[in-house]
């Protein structure tokens, strides 16, 4: 017995359900004989017309299917047109007599795994198994994309309850510490030197206690309602939102005699209200944190790749390089309250602007060295409806 026989008597032929589309009844005895002598314990049926093969693969589900290009009544690429439609995915081979270059081509392009020209039956075998695992991965590949969207979907899911929960939570607590506010303020004014000392002092803290908490829940408020009402975009020039920004903070700037210099930035298709927001609380950081000097503050911008690349950058006390990052998470301070105050929200709801506009933010600094905070926005919005401005200026002409 030779070696090579002994392995083939070893290994199991492997089952292979089979579609032939085929009228040659030798044709189909030679494939099978090709399959057989490849490795494959084929069973077949065959389909020689559209309504057989039709009902062939309502009924089976088949590992391949090996058709003829010319049959007697219709041609087996409309075989494929027909897998197609119903969405099937089964590895589609032509079994055929000569093809020419171009027909091959046209086949593969519409979705044929493969060709095998009758007389070079050997290959079939091979190209049968390329086109199973081409399929396979296919599947894998297919399932592992609805496993990532299905993920995508519950982050978005799980993202949209925390921020309603956030944006519940922040809103109607605003009503009840009103009222503890409000109520411990009469009390301090009412009976300040009326009480004993100490009596000042706890009616003291505690109305410091719910204006602080106050300043948290209306920054909290501020974080979850970004992205929830989104306003009108508008083509809108950087220098006027960076004016409006300095217009909030005047007393800020006035009070630390800060000096703020802004370059020429670019006009952009954008809602200017929350960028606002990301310059005031990038301008009132650096006036906030800054070291011996007044604050010196520079403004600018550079187109990079697609994007605009801005960076606010300040002379203050600087950021240690290992907590560039969480600075940007919620309520991340790197400094108690009685040094600076602060809820360490104004970073993050940066972020959330910034990343929700489709650009990212990022620090660069040095302890003692001042700080640059980057951040991108998309020099072309794609939202940025063209058209609406081509009907503009046409109605202009037509006036
Ligand atoms: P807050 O200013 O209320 O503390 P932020 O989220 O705006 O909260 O900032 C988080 C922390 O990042 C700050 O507490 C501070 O430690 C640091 N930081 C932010 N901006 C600067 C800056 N320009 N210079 C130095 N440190 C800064």
Redesign the pocket.
Known sequence: MSHSSNHLASTPAEKLKVLLVEDDPVDKELVLCALRNGGFDPQADSAETQEQFIACIEKNSYHVILADYNLCSWRGTEALDLLQKGAMDIPFILVTGALGDEMAVDCIKRGTADYVLKDHLPRLPVAVRRAIREKQLREARRQAEEELDRKIEELARSNRDLEQFAYVASHDLQEPLRMVATYTQLLGERYRGKLDEKADKYIAYAVDGAVRMQALINDLLIYSRVGRQRGEAQRIACTTVVERALRNLQAAVNEAGAVVKCDELPTLYIEPGPLVQVFQ??IS??I??HGPEPPRIEISAVEKGGQWVFSVS?N????DPQ?AED??VIF????SRSE?P???????ICKKIIEQAGGSIW?E?QPGKG?T?KFTLPARPTAEPEEKHELAARDLVNR
């Open positions: 609380n990038l950081n650096a906030k944190f300040d203050g006390i600087g950021i907590h600075i940007f991340k301070r790197l400094h600076y602060g809820s360490g929200l104004g970073l993050a620090a600094s700080s905070f």
